[in-house]
Nanobody
């Protein structure tokens, strides 16, 4: 059974940092690409960071140079290090495989950046 549990969100001032975690069960990292997605109020969910099964990374232009995706294979956890946060980064953040599988969505973790 697949389960994705996100944590690490919170309220932070612009320019601050947060590190999100996603504990994964039922998914094999070696054959699946993992991604962090976010959904802001009134907007569609968007993919912001990808970590391929081979270890390559890719980022949305809006977060490039500020966010870093990584994983710990022993702990079955995917991370998103977010630096230089901006108010426009405010959203509910989720992890999922890439492309996303609709039944894998967890509860997400809320990130709020104040100006």
């Amino acid at each position: 059974q697949v389960q994705l549990v996100e944590s690490g969100g919170g309220l932070v001032q612009a320019g601050g940092s947060l590190r999100l975690s996603c504990v994964v069960s039922g998914i094999t990292f070696s054959i699946n690409s993992m991604g962090w997605y976010r959904q802001a109020p009134g907007k569609q969910r968007e993919l912001v960071a990808i970590l391929s099964s081979g270890g390559g990374t890719n980022y949305a232009d809006s977060v490039k140079g500020r966010f870093t995706i990584s994983k710990d294979n022993v702990k079955n956890t995917v991370f998103l290090q977010m630096n230089s946060l901006k108010p426009e980064d405010t959203a509910l953040y989720y992890c999922n495989i890439v492309p996303a599988f609709r039944t894998y969505w967890g509860q997400g973790t809320q990130v709020t950046v104040s100006s």
